[in-house]
Every structure is written in structure tokens, then in C-alpha cells.
């Protein structure tokens, strides 16, 4: 059963992030702010109506009196001393003053404005009604199309996202599959003294098992088999593979390892002496110090030196790799063991790689309980430290 790929899913909440926020930012909207423009919007409806009222109070002569209904006032809105205003809606019903005959309803389009003065008579006028926008409505259509929409281009978003990615590692599983054999086979018709071939295909099949190891990440993976196991022989055997490109670019010299001294007595039977025990998976351990080797390399190598250091650091033994290189800013260190990352740098260099050495190294270490980290080597360059638990026989 596959586990939680939470780097997806963090790209995935990315990208939906905007639309919640949007979304939320509108519900907001909606509950603290449109009441109070749908209140204001009745204020100015009702301030209307009253200056017509005022007018009828100044002009009683320009209206025509009626007789109240049963329910009072009608809309009965507030006191304009003396007396009672208020408006009745279209087509509601109304009596003469003398109750003996009925003025039928309000028209359509015309709303009643009546007023009630000192003497408890009550006056009455037709005026146009005046149109009240329904804000609330318009607000809630509105953001519900724009909700829709934002939901719509998110989806297809996350969709273009997915396939993305999925087509990139469908490639990059199908480009490793291909390789595969034809390495293999070279690996058999190499001549035995031909060691800088071997060399070369052994880091060819091992960058194609980087890819493969890769493609696992997030997934369903072998647990890594702990033992008891010398990672200075480790080193040895993953520095093997670029000893001649490093002493290309060193005229003739070899990255210098250095261990600490107090690391000495660890190697007990049934380790030799001058090893260093950590309890880790050999291939895993192997493979995480090819990725530092191969990177640094590349990117580091060129513009300075490179150097290797083992200490102690409590319980742990610590794998150091120096480099004077170009370096890089906060930014690029905080992405470097991302997926499919590649420094600014890197891309305006033109050199190759796919992004994914240092992500898998970083799997690798932590699957064994170690930590693999970056910082920054004042005045210039990068150290890359890789942590293992000590084995003490």
C-alpha cells in the first residue's frame, strides 16, 4: 500500500490556497459588510420616501384623505411630529374617507405615501415608486459565479499539475527501464583491465538506479537493512568512480579525507582498525555519498577545493563535504533537496541532471535514521553534512 505523498499534496493546497482565501475573504464579505449596505441602501429609500411625506405635510392640499386599514399605520416607518408617515406597497387596498365606498388598490408602479397629522387625519398621495437594488441577491449571484469559476480554473489547475508530474516521472521510469539492459550488457563486455570503463558504466547503472530509487520516493520501498558497516570503505568505494575526473580537475590530487582522531577507537573487532562503524544500509550509504561526490563535482570542483571530513557529534558520526565553490544563496539551500530542483545557477551553467540526486539522498538518510543537510562554507561555498548513527562493538 503506497504512503502519502505529502509534497503533492502540499503543491496541490498551493495551488488551492488562492481560491480558499477568495472564498474566504467573500463569506466574509458577505456576513460583515452587505448587511450594512442592504441597511443603507433601505435608509436611502426610506429618506426618499420621507422627503415626499414632508412635502404632503407642507401641501395637505395636494393630496386626499383615506381611511386606515385594520392593521393601522400599514408601514408604519416613524414619527414626524406631529403626527404618523408611512408608505403602503402597490396593490394594497384602500378606503374613502367616509368608509362608504373603496378607492381600490395601489397601482402598479406607484406607491401610496400617507400622513397623519395633529387632528388624527389621515392624508395620502401617489408618488412613482422608488426601486430599492436588492444588493443581497446581486452579491450572492455574483460571488457565486465568481466562487464557481475560481473553483473551475483551480480544478483545472491541479489536473494540468497532476499529468505534469505524472508524465514527467512516467518518462523518466521509461528512460531508466531502456537503459537498464543495454548498461548491464556493457558491464559483461568490458575487458577486465579497462577500469576507467568499468567506472564509467558502474556510474551510468547508478544513475539510472537514482532514477529508479527516485521514483519510489512517497511510495511503497524495501525498509533499509541496518548493519554494521565501515563508512570509510563506503567512501572509498563511492569516490572510486570519480577519482580520475576529480584529479582532472585537481592537476594529479585527490579530494583529502580527513577523520578525527577519537574515531580511531571505534574500529574494534570485528571492525580493523582505521574504519569507522555506523550502523546503516550499505548500498543506501554508498549511494547517498556518490550523490554528494557526483554534485559537488559538477557545481563545486571547478571553482575550488573540495575536501572531506569524519567526526564524532555525540551519538552520531558525522560525514562532512567541503566545498569553495560558487555556493548558494538562502533561498536555493532552503529548495536544494527538493524534487526536480535546480539552482539558478545550475540551469544558466547548462550542465546536466534531472534535480532528484539530493532528493533521494535525503530519502535515503532519514529512512536510516540520519539527516543530510546543507549549509554555507564562509567565505564561499557549500557543506553538505550527512549523519549516521555510530556502531560501537
Known amino acids: 500500500m503506497k504512503s502519502v505523498d505529502w509534497k503533492l499534496i502540499r503543491n496541490v493546497g498551493s495551488l488551492c490556497l488562492p481560491t480558499a482565501v477568495v472564498a474566504l475573504l467573500g463569506i466574509h464579505f458577505l456576513i460583515e459588510r452587505v448587511p450594512d449596505i442592504i441597511r443603507n441602501e433601505r435608509r436611502r429609500v426610506q429618506a426618499e420616501y420621507r422627503e415626499k411625506a414632508l412635502e404632503l405635510k407642507a401641501h ?35 378606503q374613502r374617507i367616509d368608509a362608504s365606498s373603496s378607492m381600490g388598490s395601489v397601482p402598479k408602479g406607484k406607491t401610496l405615501i400617507w400622513y397623519v397629522d395633529e387632528k388624527d387625519v389621515c392624508l395620502a398621495t401617489f408618488a412613482d415608486a422608488i426601486e430599492e437594488v436588492d444588493f443581497c441577491f446581486i452579491f450572492w449571484v455574483c460571488g457565486s459565479f465568481v ?20 508524465g514527467r516521472d512516467d518518462f523518466l521510469a521509461a528512460t531508466a527501464h531502456d537503459l537498464t539492459t543495454p548498461l548491464v550488457g556493457m558491464r559483461y563486455t568490458i575487458g577486465r583491465d579497462d577500469q576507467e570503463a568499468k567506472n564509467l558504466n558502474e556510474r551510468m547503472i547508478r544513475l ?17 537493512k541496518l548493519e554494521t558497516i ?3 570503505k563506503c567512501y572509498n568505494e563511492a569516490y572510486s568512480l570519480f577519482r580520475e575526473d576529480y584529479r ?31 550502523l546503516a544500509d550499505e548500498t543506501m550509504t554508498v549511494q547517498i555519498l556518490w550523490n554528494l561526490l557526483g554534485n559537488d563535482l559538477k557545481y563545486a570542483a571547478p571553482y575550488g577545493t ?16 567541503i566545498d569553495e565553490g560558487k555556493g548558494m544563496t538562502p533561498s536555493e539551500m532552503r529548495h536544494v533537496f527538493d524534487r ?28 536510516m535514521g540520519g539527516a543530510l543537510t546543507v549549509r554555507a562554507n ?9 549523519s549516521l548513527p555510530v556502531a560501537i562493538q
Not at 480544478?155 to 499529468?163: K, L, S
Not at 582532472?248 to 574504519?275: H, I, Y
Not at 564562509?378 to 550527512?386: A, R, S, V
Request: proline share 6%.
Open 60 to 94: 395637505p392640499e395636494a393630496g386626499f384623505q383615506i381611511v386606515r386599514g385594520k392593521s393601522g399605520n400599514w408601514a408604519k416607518d416613524r414619527k414626524m411630529a406631529p403626527g404618523y408617515w408611512g408608505t403602503v406597497p402597490e396593490g394594497s387596498s384602500l
Open 147 to 166: 466562487l464557481v469559476l475560481l473553483i473551475g480554473l483551480t480544478w483545472m489547475g491541479v489536473r494540468y499539475f497532476v499529468d505534469y508530474v505524472k
Open 208 to 224: 539510472v538506479e537514482n532514477i529508479k530509487d527516485f521514483l519510489k520516493l512517497g511510495g511503497q520501498r524495501p525498509q533499509p
Open 230 to 232: 565501515d563508512l570509510i
Open 248 to 278: 582532472d580537475v585537481f592537476e594529479g590530487r585527490d579530494v583529502v579525507l580527513s577523520v578525527e582522531s577519537s574515531l580511531q577507537s571505534l574500529g574494534t573487532d570485528p571492525q580493523p582498525a582505521g574504519s569507522v562503524p555506523v
Open 306 to 321: 573540495v575536501r572531506a571530513r569524519i567526526a564524532m557529534e555525540g551519538t552520531r558520526v558525522v560525514f562532512e563535504l
Open 340 to 367: 526536480y530542483y535546480r539552482a539558478k545557477s545550475v540551469l544558466e551553467s547548462g550542465k546536466g541532471g534531472f534535480g532528484i540526486g539530493l532528493c533521494t539522498a535525503r530519502e535515503f538518510a532519514e529512512a
Open 378 to 386: 564562509h567565505p564561499q561555498g557549500c557543506i553538505f553534512t550527512f
